[in-house]
């Protein structure tokens, strides 16, 4: 957002330097990111008038100019601008004085050059007539600036300029406006912070306010279809303007800030908008069918084209204003080709209205369209500044373009806002900024602002007050937004630093969830797996696709979770598994040369659900996933390649569950396909489900156009802090002093009996002499039936004693005992 500092002035007359305003507006609030200087001071440029004009004879493209410069003598200057004259009143840059002008070498830049007195083709050149870009006025270089016929001869320039209302140099500010300020989208609503930070009066333009009704209702209607949408709507009628270009003091005002000059009725829109924030519509009056405004939703599909000659699709429900017969401009965003101001234009309808700021901000979105009318209705302008601002730029049309107001006004007003009123406790605003601030500074300030202060008649004390927020500050809503427009203007820098702060009496400890996301992350980045962070929001059939009540642990079942306004198809959704996310990384890695793919990412999927959660019917949880394709090694010229396989990811997954203290890990095979898995491991702790860990199914992998076999893991970690919090705490104990007893046992099982469970059973009938079991072989084939598979265990035993032969024995018999009766084992002999 541009602010001129010339302009500014014009409502609150300060003193300050460029440098010295910047600071101040940053330190409460607005942050100033950039300031330029533009223009010159323009010292030994003159007035001039030119006597005589005649061709000069050695070059056929420059014109040699006696030019009366107030000395009582003239001076020959060559010029080569091709609509110089006689009897012109031109600016002559006098010899010996220095101007900022384009580089030879690089036309974007300028460089300062000093005008010495020149021979040119055998012709003396004693100084030089200016153009706009030669002053640093404009970008206008088609010819020489000519000045009014009532200029005085001999007169500085800068002087000329100040008798018209301009200013040969300016200081522009570059602020960053933050969506909660929309007051300081405008010269105005910034020079109401300066007036005060410094005490000053504030001085807006005096506007003569019509009444509603009145002639301009018999020229014109307005019917609201969509309240909502757009609670006000303020139309004026001026007749018999001149389109021509605006004076010299208001291009310059917007020159300084960016904009390009058009003609003085589109100029004036944009000067009261820059003026007071409120953004206004000129429409060509005799193009408004039926004398009917409308204001309504689209349909969806329909066509129109804009002031920019750009043909837009409208979305469903943007808002529009039509005439008697078709859309004439979007609402808050941009006019249309049909309606706008030509130079043809004699009579102009303004358009100022208040539209809702989510409404607008939708339909800009959609179509892709980004204007200075749609930066402010997005943010939210004054509800009830639409009058002041028709009225001004009405005035302005009468002033600078010829016309004649038609008096009275259209003001269709459905909904007129409630006002905002707050309790604001003076205690309260010295016990949140630490400092005392006494009342009448606080009355004094939010007065400054434009709020209303009155004592609150309901306090017992009488010291509170009761606070109206002005309309044009959507943003203060509670007492502590009053406290900090107290605190910015009071001045963040004179709140004392504490000599001391409060600390709690404890040693601060890493959250669990933090604490075990670090341990994940040290172990699958040992084990060779990257981090990835992938897009939240899926296409709808991807989510719907993946939206599998056997992933990440079966914490949540329900319906995909779609976006009311999607920026596009490809993010119509949010994710419920993590999945396809990893698969686009493990494509992009793979269609990139990389053979060995290991990944993992922790992040948040999404369900409906009508078990509750932060925001009812849905529900929400971090999930994590590990996904791994490709050789386990690459094949190199000492080593062959072996390719992954189900197994080396489920050993990586046991080893962090084991890592995280997970208690009583059981994995279930199923080997019944679902679209997504082949076959897969059901992951519990207990009774409580956890994640799936399996193979992708082949379908998937061809969607994915993925060549390798890919196996994943996805667990709810959410679940999984839960059950790893209690067991963090370390415990240390000494190394016992007593040997261990090691015992290898066999077992002949069903061939479908999961192994995991069976350790489970040794790890119950072992105890409490049992410290460690482990698999160390499995074997299928002669002599072991076909439909039976061996399976060799290790056991460890050991107590806080010598363990005797006897004991375990006994511990051994109980083992093969539970197996014999919960899967059918027999020893093998």
Not at 74 to 79: D, F, K, P, S
Not at 291 to 297: E, G, L, N, Y
Not at 494 to 516: F, K
Request: hydrophobic letters at 40%; aromatic letters at 6%; charged letters at 25%.
């Amino acid at each position: 957002m541009y602010i001129s500092n010339n302009w500014l002035t014009q409502y609150v007359d300060h003193d300050l330097d460029a440098e010295t305003l910047a600071e101040a507006l940053t330190m409460a609030g607005l942050e100033v990111e950039g300031l330029d200087v533009i223009g010159a001071a323009l010292d030994g440029v003159v007035v001039g008038h030119v006597e005589a004009v005649r061709e000069h004879p050695n070059a056929d493209r420059l014109t040699l100019c006696d030019v009366d410069l107030g000395t009582g003598e003239t001076v020959q200057i060559a010029c080569g601008a091709p609509n110089v004259a006689a009897g012109q009143k031109v600016p002559v840059a006098t010899v010996g004085t220095t101007l900022m002008l384009p580089s030879r070498d690089n036309p974007d830049e300028k460089t300062p050059v000093t005008i010495e007195k020149a021979t040119l083709r055998g012709e003396t050149s004693r100084g030089m007539i200016c153009a706009e870009d030669e002053l640093g006025l404009s970008d206008d270089h088609s010819g020489i600036m000519v000045l009014r016929e009532d200029a005085e001869v001999g007169q500085p320039f800068a002087d000329y300029l100040r008798a018209l209302g301009t200013d040969p140099q300016d200081a522009v500010l570059d602020i960053a406006i933050t969506p909660n300020r929309p007051d300081a989208t405008s010269h105005l609503g910034v020079a109401r912070d300066v007036a005060a930070l410094y005490d000053l009066p504030l001085q807006r333009p005096e506007v003569d306010l019509p009444s509603e009704g009145g002639e301009a209702a018999e020229h014109v209607t307005v019917d609201i279809q969509a309240p909502e949408a757009c609670p006000r709507y303020v139309a004026l009628l001026v007749r018999g303007v001149e389109i021509t270009e605006s004076p010299a003091w208001l291009k310059q005002r917007l020159t300084a800030i960016g904009l390009r000059p058009r003609n003085v009725i589109v100029d004036i829109t944009n000067f009261v908008m820059h003026e007071c924030g409120q953004p206004l519509h000129a429409f060509d009056f005799d193009q408004i069918a039926g004398r009917k405004i409308v204001v309504d939703t689209a349909a969806g599909g329909e066509t129109f084209t804009t002031l920019d000659d750009k043909e837009h699709t409208l979305p469903e429900d943007t808002l529009l204003i039509g005439d008697a017969e078709r859309p004439v401009a979007l609402a808050g965003i941009m006019g249309g080709q049909n309606s706008e101001v030509t130079d043809a234009t004699t009579d102009v309808l303004i358009e100022s209205a208040y539209f809702d700021p989510s409404t607008i901000r939708r339909a800009a979105k959609l179509l892709g369209i980004a204007s200075d009318s749609s930066y402010r209705f997005e943010r939210g302008v004054d509800r009830v500044g639409q009058v002041w601002a028709a009225a001004r730029a009405a005035q302005l049309m009468v002033d600078l373009a010829g016309g004649t107001l038609v008096p009275g006004m259209v003001d269709a007003h459905p909904l007129p806002p409630e006002p905002v009123v707050l309790t604001l406790r003076p205690e309260r605003v010295d016990a949140l900024l630490g400092v005392h601030v006494p009342t009448d500074r606080i009355t004094h300030i939010l007065t400054k602002l434009g709020f209303e202060v009155t004592p609150d008649g309901d306090d017992q004390n009488g010291e509170a007050f009761r606070v109206t927020v002005p309309t044009w500050r959507p943003d203060v809503e509670r007492e502590v937004d009053l406290i900090e427009e107290v605190a910015r203007i009071y001045g963040y820098d004179q709140i004392p630093e504490p000599a001391h702060s409060r600390l709690p009496n404890r040693t601060p400890r890493e959250l669990p969830v933090a604490q075990l996301r670090r341990s994940t992350r040290a172990l699958l980045s040992g084990l060779g797996y990257r981090e990835t962070y992938t897009n939240s929001m899926l296409p709808l059939d991807t989510a719907e696709a993946f939206n599998a009540p056997t992933l990440g642990g079966e914490a949540m079942h329900g319906p995909v979770v779609e976006t009311l306004n999607p920026i596009s198809q490809e993010m119509k959704a949010l994710r419920p598994s993590l999945l396809p996310g990893l698969l686009e990384v493990v494509r992009f890695n793979q269609n990139h040369g990389q053979e060995v793919l290991r990944f993992y990412e922790f992040g948040h999927v999404f369900r409906r659900s009508d078990d509750g959660g932060v925001v009812p019917g849905y529900a929400e949880h971090e999930a994590f996933i590990t996904v791994a394709s490709g050789p386990v090694v690459e094949t190199t010229w000492d080593q062959q390649g072996r390719p992954l396989d189900v197994f080396d990811l489920k050993g990586v997954v046991e080893q962090l569950l084991t890592a995280l203290r997970i208690p009583d890990v059981t994995m279930t095979p199923s080997y019944d396909p679902t679209p997504v898995m082949t076959y897969h491991l059901q992951i519990a702790s207990g009774e409580t489900p956890v994640g799936v860990l399996a193979r992708l199914a082949d379908d998937v992998m061809d969607e994915y156009d993925l060549r390798e076999p890919v196996f994943f893991a996805e667990l709810d970690w959410s679940t999984l802090v839960g059950l790893a919090a209690p067991y963090l705490e370390r415990r240390y104990a000494p190394v016992s002093r007593f040997p261990v007893v090691d015992r290898d046992i066999a077992v002949v099982v069903p061939r479908r009996q999961p192994i995991g469970p069976m350790m489970n059973l040794i790890r119950e009938a072992g105890r409490p002499l049992l410290r460690h079991v482990g698999v160390f072989d499995l074997y299928q084939g002669e002599h072991i039936d076909a439909d039976k598979k061996s399976v060799a265990f290790s056991l460890r035993f050991g107590a806080d004693r010598t363990l005797t032969d006897q004991e375990v024995d006994e511990r051994v018999a109980a083992i093969l005992n539970r197996l014999r009766q919960e899967t059918g084992a027999t020893l093998r002999q």
